[in-house]
């Protein structure tokens, strides 16, 4: 790489992907529902090691892979007993956090879940400012439903799918 392909490189933001799926916990072991860091009053909960919160999950991921720094499962995986049960909106914080130290800052993340419930429009504002507050950058939510096709269709669980910018810390 030359010099001048070297500087470029330093400059220039970085994008990653984050994707997490969560199955609804069997009736049999009832979870509370935790979607977009916000609690889901009446819903049927998602099965997971921590709160299994895809929408934070996913963020979390997302940043983890613009920055090149290993994944979820690399710093909160099931392994470490210290985050069973935690919260979605620690881990998004926690990954900012690792992220920055890194070396990078936060342009912003976009994430998009798929599923059929609960009704995500009026609660959006809310789970965009909970997750902004987390990540200290713009965190942006959508919603679709995948037209009762696949597991998310049948109502079994959620996915999201997140992006994330970053860029090297001046």
Request: glycine letters at 14%.
């Amino acid at each position: 790489m030359t010099d001048n392909a070297s500087r470029t490189s330093v400059l220039l933001p970085r994008t990653g992907i984050g994707i997490d799926v969560h199955a609804f916990a069997p009736d049999s072991d009832p979870r509370p529902l935790w979607l977009g860091g916000l609690f889901w009053e009446g819903e049927r909960g998602l099965a997971g090691h921590s709160d299994g919160d895809p929408v934070a999950h996913a963020a979390a991921d997302a940043l983890f892979s613009a920055c090149g720094i290993g994944d979820l499962g690399t710093h909160f995986g099931t392994d470490r007993p210290e985050f069973a049960g935690a919260s979605g909106v620690t881990l998004l914080a926690e990954a900012a956090r690792i992220v920055r130290a890194a070396g990078f800052e936060i342009g912003n993340i976009a994430v998009q879940f798929v599923g059929n419930r609960p009704k995500f429009g009026p609660r959006r504002e809310e789970s965009q400012r909970v997750l902004t507050g987390a990540a200290d950058a713009p965190v942006s939510v959508t919603a679709t439903t995948s037209d009762g096709l696949g597991f998310t269709g049948r109502g079994e669980g959620i996915s999201a799918v997140a992006t994330a910018l970053v860029y090297p810390a001046a």
